[in-house]
């Protein structure tokens, strides 16, 4: 089951996010946080800390003007590891090309602080696999 707290700061923080406010609450992020993502995987690398998570906020903003997040469920796999389902709503940057996609993060935390985030962009199905595998 999940730490009801740890949901409500997921929670809230996505409808930060929705609203605008595209930052990760310090008080809830470690200093060496991790943000995986496909942006990452592209550059050949990890976004890591608070300066991190700016730069990782800046690359998407880079490429994308909209970007809207639906939380739907969560569920944690294992002490420590929490996997959200919904969806995202992209829009280009340069294309105008609007996509609504299913969407999973992965959420790893210590005592409720977020140490390494991953989103997969309609690749649910992996994001399940890999939350179940440790």
Do not use: K
Request: aromatic fraction near 12%; hydrophobic fraction near 40%; charged fraction near 30%.
């Amino acid at each position: 089951m999940i730490d009801p707290q740890f949901e409500q700061r997921l929670r809230d923080g996505f409808a930060r996010w929705n609203a605008g406010d595209h930052s990760f609450d310090p008080e809830w992020t470690a200093e060496d946080v991790e943000i995986h993502s496909a942006v990452a995987d592209f550059a050949g690398t990890v976004y890591r800390g608070q300066e991190g998570v700016r730069q990782w906020v800046e690359d998407m903003r880079e490429v994308f003007d909209e970007w809207q997040l639906r939380l739907d469920d969560l569920e944690e796999f294992s002490p420590g590891r929490v996997i959200g389902v919904g969806t995202v709503h992209l829009r280009g940057r340069g294309s105008g090309v609007s996509v609504d996609q299913p969407c999973a993060w992965l959420f790893d935390h210590v005592d409720g602080v977020l140490t390494r985030f991953e989103p997969f962009l309609n690749r649910v199905a992996e994001a399940r696999a890999i939350a179940a595998g440790g």
